[in-house]
């Protein structure tokens, strides 16, 4: 399976989510990952909520020869960041693609996924499974277990 992982990380948490699903998916796979980045970087209460369509540093991955997209955002402020949906919004290519998202944060996620997924579903894709990761100290080995478990299930599907 071919496979990209675009995933945005301030502090590192989703980062290592990200790396944690490249190791997962194993030999056998190729896995591309993709560190989204905003033109311009800010302190994470300076970026507004409302902001959907902020300058990402191009180029972004074209995802025409990827079976399956993975995509990640911190959660902030019970919603993903501004620069993962800026992202989805910006991206090509998703109609027909198969999408699954993950989400990392300390206690409370909110609507984070169900908006990724929503801007997927009106791109014309397909959202085939989601993981949000929870805790409040550094992200340790236990606490990412489940990331092989959703890397499994993805190599599963159909
Ligand atoms: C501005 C801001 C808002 C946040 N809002 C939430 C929130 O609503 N719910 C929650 O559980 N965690 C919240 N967090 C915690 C982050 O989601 C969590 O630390 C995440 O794993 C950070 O990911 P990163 O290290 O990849 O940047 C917030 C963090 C920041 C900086």
């Known amino acids: 399976m071919n ?6 990380s301030k502090t590192g948490a989703t ?3 990200a790396l944690a699903l490249e190791k997962a998916f194993g030999e056998g796979n190729t896995v591309t990952v993709f560190r989204i980045r905003p033109e311009h970087e800010l302190k994470a209460h300076e970026y507004r909520k409302s902001e959907k369509d ?4 191009k180029p972004l991955p074209s995802l025409k020869d990827f079976d399956l997209v993975i995509v ?3 959660v902030w402020g019970f919603c993903p960041t501004p620069i993962v949906v800026s992202y989805l919004r910006q991206l090509q290519g998703a109609k027909g693609k ?3 998202l993950f989400a990392t944060c300390t206690a409370l996620p909110g609507t984070t996924i169900m908006r990724l997924s929503n801007i997927l579903s009106t791109k014309g894709a397909t959202v085939v499974d989601t993981l949000t ?3 409040i100290f ?3 080995a236990e606490k990412l277990k489940p990331v092989q478990g959703f890397a499994q299930r993805l190599l599963k599907e159909p």
């Open 72 to 74: 990640g955002t911190p």
């Open 15 to 17: 980062e290592k989510v």
């Open 133 to 135: 990761i929870r805790s």
């Open 98 to 100: 198969r999408f699954a």
């Open 54 to 57: 902020l300058p990402l540093q």
């Open 3 to 8: 496979v990209l992982v675009a995933y945005y």
């Open 138 to 140: 550094e992200l340790d």
